[in-house]
């Protein structure tokens, strides 16, 4: 499988940036999607944003204009720039990274925090 490591999560007052990375270890995978997921409590976990090998990327209607996801393909990481940040940005954020070769995966970083708060 696919291991993945998160950083860069933390409390930040609203209208303030961060920035979140992650970093993908399993040679012998092609990952095909990176992205990022968030939990807020008591909600779904649902998609922030995500990208594909090719650079195509999609974004939930909530963080459109203020987020940017971006990818390293050779080095297997993915960067999540949170700009404008809410109160309501508040939540577990996951990475996530899937493919089918050689078999299908689909692997989930241990979450880090990100607490938008005065």
């Known amino acids: 499988q696919v291991q993945l490591v998160e950083s860069g999560g933390g409390l930040v007052q609203p209208g303030k940036s961060l920035r979140l990375s992650c970093a993908a270890s399993g040679s012998i995978f092609t990952i095909y999607a990176m992205g990022w997921y968030r939990q807020a409590p008591g909600k779904q976990r649902e998609l922030v944003a995500v990208?594909?090998?090719?650079?195509?990327?999609n974004y939930a209607d909530s963080v459109k204009g203020r987020f940017t996801i971006s990818r390293d393909n050779a080095k297997n990481t993915v960067t999540l720039q949170m700009n404008s940040l809410k109160r309501e940005d508040t939540a577990v954020y996951y990475c996530?990274?899937?493919?089918?070769?050689?078999?299908?995966?689909?692997?989930w970083g241990q979450g880090t925090q990100v607490t938008v708060s005065s």
């Open positions: 996530n990274a899937a493919g089918i070769v050689p078999i299908y995966f689909n692997s």
């Open positions: 990208v594909t090998s090719g650079g195509s990327t």
